[in-house]
């Protein structure tokens, strides 16, 4: 066992293949530390994403209603949640399971890879040359509830800027699944830093949460 990083609750065991991390990569646990690795080998067999795209998912708190009640005389206004009904019990319910969660993501890559690639037919990949992406998940400082990042590579899209990437996300894809949130904007960022994109994914990374939603995400395969 080998700790190289101060930031380590554990010492690692490091892997035969080890590549050297960035001195600013955050390493607290094995999980972790092979994320990491695996992020570093996508990047060395070519992986250069131009954007980071943030978005998240419709929840019943989205929802909640001013409620007025009288107290000590004077009208008090609280926040309340209706009594739920059962299918926002169930949306509830579904926005913490990682596999419902991923299940919604699949749903929005289809729409992506059709909006932004043309990709019409899913299950013709002899047919259509498919991207990178990589799909990240979390739960960010809530902890209530997940959210999306997604890194993408402009080789074959549709949209050439970031402006016409905002929009077409914004509307068109946003309208195309009602699992999106009613009120967070998609965000869409220039990556400036490959490694550092990488390392912000991987900080939730721990033995209960990986992080990578490797169902969804067309890595580069060696």
Known sequence: MLCLWNSMNDKIKLLRSHIKLPSKWEIKNQSQYETAQYLMEQERLGFNPTYFITFHYFHPDEVKKKMMNIKDGKPNFSTQLWKENPKDKFIRKRRMDEDYFIEDTGQIKNVILKELYGIKRLNQTWKYEFPNLMFFYEKGKSQVKFHTHLL????????????????????????????????????IEE?????????????????????IDYQNSNPILK
């Open 191 to 211: 990556v400036k830093n490959v490694r550092g994109a990488l390392s912000y994914c991987n900080k939730e990374t721990n033995t209960s949460t990986y992080s």
């Open 152 to 187: 993408i590579e402009t080789k074959n899209i549709k949209y050439e800027n970031k402006e016409a990437l905002d929009f077409v996300f914004n509307t068109k894809i946003r309208k195309a699944r009602k699992c999106f949130s009613n009120w967070k904007k998609i965000d």
